[in-house]
């Protein structure tokens, strides 16, 4: 919460004033805020001396950014050298007690690295240099040299808690994966194993839905906004280093959405009986307001969305039998026109009553993740990564922190609510049907309008049996 209320308040305000020995000509500032600077000389102002450290919004705001113009690795590695260079002076017993004033320092600055970026550590040079730094500091202070270790172990803990969440979506994924024939198979029985049977309370339903929500956000970097962008610094090519690097916990959370659309559309379309679809739409209304409630913004969306798809859309008989004045109410505040006004509005309301908050629960806020990252998108895009000097646009660069850095906190909130193990096996698991399967499924319970609709019947029959 810190690092955000000072990029959103003060961020260009900041004590930013260089140690004296580092040269004004190679930074420049406005009203006492870093706007631009080379690359070395902005590297040279993370450096920690004795009686410097980097502002904390700075070392954010750094460490994120810049990836657009070099490797992690090539950062650490000449930050490690500065480090090391700067208090080497050929006299063994001063290089002891320089290192020993300044250790302490670099520690932070290192811990500060590892614990707001830990994916760039599953880079084997990486946490070599770290051990490299080590064993440097241990020859002037032991008590730095065991920081360094814990720092290390918490570290390895957050990689290996990484590593099982990825093998956990891809299994689950896996799982979800399997065609729905038993879907249909059910449908065609009139068996009612569905949402409704597994959690008929909306409200709960909403309450394992930001579980599932907080999970996924929590193991997203911060870097990853960036490097989903790629390289459009023609100074350096470091397109590799994109093409290489994944976006792994982004994308999951994307597909998360994209699920959730589906599965809405799949327990409204898959129903023989109108009476019982039409309960699935008032249900999922009723999921939909809570996850407003909370301030489950993703959620929302995401059950919005399967309500839209023209497979449920087309149910006209369907929809008579519901009151939409709910639907309609939430519609509009994730209104699309004026750049989502509504919906930034909402946003804006229920960020304050995190930041006020007495309890977990008002502490919430899922975002519309969808728009959070066209926003941060089209703020790299608008904007340079250089000035026309050779300077690093640093004014852009605290844009993206600001986005990135409100993002983090919403990120670390741990959800209040009971888990109920059933119903999240089911949200993730259930098989859903494709596009064309709930054409087909949509079809089938309300007959073609058409010649159009039946053409399209047709072709999907034939590609079913195929």
């Not at 006020?356 to 904007?383: M, R, W």
């Not at 007959?447 to 195929?466: A, M």
Request: neutral net charge; charged residues 25%; proline residues 4%.
């Amino acid at each position: 919460n810190g690092l955000y209320t000072m990029l959103r308040g003060s961020v260009r305000v900041g004590s930013f004033s260089p140690p004296m020995e580092v040269s004004y000509g190679d930074m420049c500032y406005h009203d006492n805020s870093l706007v631009s600077g080379s690359l070395e000389a902005l590297i040279q102002h993370l450096v920690p001396t004795v009686d410097y450290y980097p502002d904390r919004s700075y070392v954010f705001t750094f460490l994120l950014s810049s990836r657009l113009f070099l490797h992690p690795y090539e950062l650490m590695s000449r930050l490690c050298h500065l480090c090391v260079e700067q208090h080497r002076s050929g006299d063994l017993l001063l290089d002891k007690i320089r290192i020993r004033d300044v250790a302490p320092k670099i520690v932070q600055l290192l811990t500060e690295w590892t614990e707001t970026f830990p994916y760039d550590f599953r880079d084997e040079r990486m946490m070599h240099c770290l051990k490299e730094m080590s064993h440097h500091l241990a020859r002037g202070d032991e008590y730095s040299w065991r920081a360094m270790q814990q720092m290390t172990q918490r570290l390895i803990q957050r990689l290996a808690a990484l590593g099982q969440y990825e093998e956990a979506i891809a299994t689950l994924n896996a799982s979800a994966a399997e065609r729905p024939t038993a879907l249909k198979a059910k449908q065609q029985n009139g068996h009612r194993h569905d949402v409704l049977s597994v959690c008929d309370d909306a409200f709960i339903l909403a309450q394992q839905l930001t579980h599932i929500e907080l999970d996924r956000l929590s193991f997203i970097g911060p870097e990853e906004f960036i490097q989903a962008f790629g390289v459009k610094d023609h100074l350096v090519n470091h397109k590799s280093f994109f093409r290489k690097r994944k976006t792994t916990n982004l994308e999951a959370y994307v597909a998360w959405f994209n699920r959730l659309s589906y599965l809405v559309a799949t327990e409204i379309c898959m129903p023989v009986k109108k009476k019982h679809r039409a309960r699935a739409l008032e249900f999922f209304i009723d999921v939909a307001r809570e996850c407003y409630n909370i301030g489950n913004f993703n959620s929302l969306m995401a059950i919005i969305s399967g309500m839209n798809m023209s497979p449920v859309s087309r149910l006209k008989k369907t929809w008579s039998k519901v009151n939409t004045d709910k639907f309609d109410i939430l519609e509009h505040q994730m209104d699309p026109s004026s750049n989502f006004s509504n919906y930034r509005t909402a946003l804006r309301g229920a960020t304050q009553r995190s930041i006020t908050a007495h309890s977990n629960q008002e502490k919430i806020v899922i975002p519309f993740f969808s728009l959070l990252i066209k926003d941060i998108y089209f703020l790299n895009e608008g904007c340079a990564n250089r000035l026309p000097n050779g300077h690093v646009n640093f004014e852009k660069l605290w844009d993206l922190a600001k986005q990135v850095s409100e993002f983090l906190v919403w990120r670390q909130v741990m959800c209040p609510f009971e888990r109920d193990r059933k119903i999240l096996q089911y949200l993730v698991t259930t098989p859903v049907f494709t596009e064309d399967e709930l054409h087909l499924a949509s079809y089938e319970t309300e007959g073609p309008e058409n010649h159009l609709e039946k053409d399209s019947r047709r072709s999907l029959r034939c590609v079913t049996l195929l």
